[in-house]
């Protein structure tokens, strides 16, 4: 399909539905559900997807749901797109009429809108499909518990993304106007885990330290140390970053305590590096603790991987852009040490994640960042995303179908 004739294909489209998809936002908004709660908000897309005569999947053992358009045959390649259903522990501060309904929950981080983009791609490829213009197959993949993490690994391990070749996902960004998508090569989110390292000892009187392993001391090498020792055992452009949240230790000025704690964030923006992180930090803890003769535990918690985008998934992100957008939407956006459990499907299948802008170019107001209560978009930004899935998948599965006819493809990326 022509750039032109998809272009036109998806303006009418949008024109057709988009109060439809306005309200659809709107409606998740109003009621928000926390990870692996998300039972209202599957079921409401179970519904649309079989109102236009698809056949969603719901996940076993939880909420969300999977479901394919195009091909049954095997026939051609499969893209996956994935949106998170979830939304935060959080209260709704805006004034608005479709604000959350539910106490101490609120899309605060634009799932809504990436769920809406998503369903509202699939009923549009669902049309192509009909009309015999998918040369594959397209997996909607609507996954809960982003937030917690946890929700990524689960479509995993029920089978989500068996037989996909690629894979795409788009994350609200408040830093980009409306119209803008933000790319980049390599990662562009970080490795977010938790450490929480433990020591203990005999304990004893602050008057005899030379008598007992003291605690408040070692703790203080582990917390000061560590992070030193990391700077020069891992290769700086790895983005490598130790920072404590919790120390704790003791009661009384003159005791030295039997045991302390020290708890903490690693975020890493180099995959290698990431899978190193446990028997490195280990490693180094109980070093720093060896000459105050205390115990060490360490307690390392996977939270996700580093999101890393392949260069080719990029560069079909950016031609799609260039199809549908126009070449000026394209913007290079900065890596974020924030996690984004997509990273898990990269682990398995080369995509990409992009960034869709959120903020509305006519707005005086300042950009409503992520995470905050006071968070809202421009719901224009939901038309956006649409046409940037929809160009993104197509493109995909075009050049799939050239590249396993043995048609030269292409690739170049962003750089």
């Known amino acids: 399909m022509q750039g032109r004739d998809l272009r036109e294909q998806l303006n009418a489209f949008l024109a057709r539905h988009e109060r439809e998809f306005t309200e659809f936002r709107r409606d998740l908004h109003m009621h928000p559900e926390l990870a692996f709660a998300e039972h209202r908000t599957t079921q409401r897309l179970i519904e649309r997807l079989r109102g236009a005569g698809l056949a969603p999947r719901p996940l076993p053992h939880t909420t969300g749901l999977v479901c394919d358009i195009g091909s049954d045959q095997g026939a051609g390649p499969t893209v996956a797109l994935r949106a998170d259903i979830d939304a935060l522990p959080l209260s709704d501060e805006k004034d608005v009429p479709y604000r959350s309904t539910v106490p101490g929950a609120a899309h605060a981080c634009g799932h809504d809108v ?31 518990a982003e937030e917690l993490p946890g929700g990524a690994r689960e479509v995993i391990e029920a089978g989500g993304i068996d037989g996909v070749d690629r894979i795409f996902a788009l994350h609200c960004d408040p830093r980009l106007v409306t119209g803008q998508v933000g790319l980049r090569t390599g990662a562009i989110t970080a490795a977010c885990d938790q450490v929480l390292v433990r ?119 950016q031609d799609a852009c260039t199809q549908v957008l126009g070449p000026e939407s394209v913007a290079a956006t900065p890596q974020s040490l924030g996690g984004e459990d997509f990273a898990w499907y990269l682990e398995h299948v080369p995509g990409a994640l992009a960034r869709l802008g959120t903020h509305s170019p006519r707005s005086s107001s300042p950009m409503l960042d992520l995470h905050r209560g006071t968070f809202d978009v421009d719901e224009r930004a939901i038309g956006v995303g649409v046409q940037l899935m929809a160009a993104t998948a197509l493109t995909a599965l075009w050049e799939g179908a050239r590249s396993a006819s043995g048609d030269p493809v292409q690739d170049a990326a962003l750089a």
């Open 199 to 317: 020591l203990s000892g005999s304990g004893g009187h602050t008057a005899r330290p030379h008598l007992t392993a003291d605690l408040v001391y070692a703790l203080g090498k582990v917390v000061t140390e560590l992070p030193a020792a990391l700077s020069r055992r891992v290769d700086p452009r790895a983005g490598f970053s130790l920072v404590w949240g919790r120390v704790s230790a003791g009661s009384a000025a003159n005791a030295i305590p039997d045991d302390g704690v020290a708890e903490g964030t690693v975020r890493c923006l180099d995959d290698s590096a990431w899978h190193a992180a446990p028997e490195l930090i280990t490693e180094l803890v109980r070093s720093a603790v060896a000459p105050y003769g205390a115990e060490a535990e360490v307690d390392y918690r996977r939270g996700v991987p580093p999101t890393v985008n392949e260069a080719s998934s990029v560069r079909m992100l």
């Open 114 to 144: 990436h769920t809406t983009v998503l369903l509202a791609t699939g009923l549009f490829l669902a049309q192509q499909a009909r009309a015999g213009a998918l040369p594959g197959r397209v997996r909607l993949l609507f996954q809960p």
